[in-house]
Every structure is written in structure tokens, then in C-alpha cells.
């Protein structure tokens, strides 16, 4: 079994930037591919981004892409989101998940853990 908890989400101004951490407890995440997804009042849960297992492959929903970038360090078992040219467009709750795989995947039901979310909020 393994536990995610999100951390760093916050308000924010359009232009600025934060960084999240999602920090994997009960097992290591070694060998489990990683992504964030977000979810925006009123819309479904959207992909963000992954990272493979061994952070060599990323991926990237084309809104994101130039903006944010994912990364992880499986010494401290924690991927990151680096959101950079915040818009209010942005603001969501984001979730960290986790994947019994190698490989990435852009997929919400491929994913087998998932966190509890942070919120963040982009104010113009």
C-alpha cells in the first residue's frame, strides 16, 4: 500500500509560481510511475503530468507544457510540480497518483494511489 500527501499548493498571481511535492509513504515508490492531475470547480479531473519510474520519460497535457515541470527523487520518495506563468485558469485542486508501472500514462484509471489533493488558486 502506498500513501501520497500533497503539499505547497497556495493563492498565488497570475505570473507567479509554486511548487508542489507529493511525498509517498508505506512503501518505496521505486518502480511505480508518477502523475499529477487537477480538478477545477464545475470540470472533471484532468491529466497534468507524469513521470516514469525512473524519471527518464515525462509527459505533459498540452496546456502545461513550457510552463510546468515534473520531477522526482526516489531517495526522499517524493515527485514535485514546478507551475511557472500561473493563470487563473490553473486554479484547481491538484492530485498526485501513482501507477504500478514503469511506463507513464495520461489514462485517471490507470492510476492505483492517489492523494487527497492541494488546493491552488491563481488571482488575477
Known amino acids: 500500500q502506498v500513501q501520497l500527501v500533497e503539499s505547497g499548493g497556495g493563492l498565488v498571481q497570475t505570473g507567479g509560481s509554486l511548487r508542489l511535492a507529493c511525498a509517498a509513504s508505506?512503501?518505496?515508490?521505486?518502480?511505480?510511475?508518477m502523475a499529477w492531475f487537477r480538478q477545477a470547480p464545475g470540470k472533471d479531473r484532468e491529466f497534468v503530468s507524469a513521470i516514469s519510474a525512473s524519471g527518464s520519460n515525462t509527459a505533459y497535457a498540452d496546456s502545461m507544457k513550457g510552463r510546468f515541470t515534473i520531477s522526482r527523487d526516489n531517495a526522499k520518495n517524493t515527485v514535485y510540480l514546478q507551475m511557472n506563468s500561473l493563470k487563473s485558469e490553473d486554479t484547481a485542486v491538484y492530485y498526485c497518483?501513482?501507477?504500478?508501472?514503469?511506463?507513464?500514462?495520461?489514462?485517471?484509471?490507470?492510476?492505483?494511489?492517489w492523494g487527497q489533493g492541494t488546493q491552488v488558486t491563481v488571482s488575477s
Open positions: 497518483a501513482a501507477r504500478r508501472r514503469l511506463v507513464t500514462s495520461i489514462q485517471e484509471h490507470e492510476y492505483d494511489y
Open positions: 508505506g512503501r518505496s515508490f521505486v518502480g511505480f510511475a
